[in-house]
Every structure is written in C-alpha cells, then in structure tokens.
C-alpha cells in the first residue's frame, strides 16, 4: 500500500517543491511504495526557477511539479495521508485543514524547518547556492526517512521517528 507524504510550505514555491521532487525521486530510485505530495496555504501559483534549475540538475523529474493549495489535500477522493511535514516556521505556525490518513485516522505531523533560500543574499548564484544546500539537506532527511520501516511503525513511535530526523 502506497505511503503518500504530503509537504507544506505557504507558498508551495520553494521549499516544499524541493522535498516533493527528491522524496519522489529517492523513493523511485530506492524501490519505496513511497509517493510525496506538496502543498502551500497560500500557494503563489508558480513554481521558483531557482528550485527546478536544481532539481533538474539533480536528475529529478520537474514535470509534474505545481504550485497548488493544502486544501486539495482534504476534499474528497484525496490520497489518504500518512505523514504530513511542514518545511517553513510559517506554515508550521498556521491551523491546517482537516487532512485524512488510512481507514480515516490522522496522519502523523511534523515540523522539519529549512531557512527560505529565496532570500539567499549575493544576487543569482547566491540563490542558486542556497537551493542546492536547501535541496542537499532535504535529500538527506528524506533518505533517513525512506529509512524506516513506514508500513510497520505505529503512530507513536513514527511520530518520534520523524522528529528525531527534524533534530539531526
């Protein structure tokens, strides 16, 4: 059974894309029935260049990529959720909707926050260095996520999983 992971970020622009695209494409590349999703409260309706210069870069597939809002994520006929990951301080802040996992529990919630590269310093290659470490550091969480035995781990102990890969 497919997990699906949904990550949310405001804008659904930057960071959220980045831990979509590498997710998606470590858990193809791993062999993981693993299918991440990203979503922003306030979606600005375009994805950053910035962020699919450097997953193209990375060999992941940009095509499916777009900037969409959290709600699709709890109207009817949605994937059901497992894990839902906020990658910026201010979505983390917000009330999110109501969001459905497997036989219509609550998905687990976590909090692994990045600094916005979008407000890199040092013009277009600072940008470009900043979405590169951005994109590195979720790639590193996501692959110690795709790490743990997702089908077996009950609520509690998924929970302290994830937060102690926040940590790291």
């Known amino acids: 059974m497919t997990v699906h992971i949904l990550i949310l970020c405001t804008h659904n622009s ?3 894309v980045l831990a979509e695209g590498m997710l998606n494409h470590l858990a ?3 062999g993981k029935d ?4 990203s979503a922003g409260s306030a979606p600005v309706g375009r994805i950053n260049p910035f962020a699919i210069e450097v997953l193209r870069n990375a060999g992941v597939d940009t095509s499916y990529t777009r900037s969409k809002s959290w709600d ?4 009817e006929g949605a994937p059901p ?3 839902v990951i906020t990658v910026c301080d201010s979505a983390a802040a917000e009330t999110c909707p109501v969001f459905f996992g497997g036989s219509g529990g609550q998905p687990v919630k976590v909090h692994w926050g990045y600094a916005d590269p979008s407000n ?8 470009r260095r900043a979405f590169e470490l951005t994109r590195q550091a979720i790639g590193y969480r996501m692959l110690q996520l795709l790490a743990l035995p ?3 781990l009950d609520r509690l102990a998924l929970q302290a999983a994830l937060a102690n890969i ?3």
Do not use: M, P, Q, T
């Not at 890199?120 to 940008?127: L, V």
């Open 14 to 16: 930057a960071r959220s």
């Open 34 to 37: 693993v299918r991440a999703h």
């Open 28 to 30: 193809a590349r791993l």
């Open 150 to 152: 997702l089908e077996s």
């Open 72 to 75: 699709e994520f709890s109207a």
């Open 166 to 168: 926040g940590r790291n």
């Open 120 to 127: 890199a310093e040092g013009g277009d290659e600072g940008k």
């Open 81 to 83: 959720l497992s894990i």
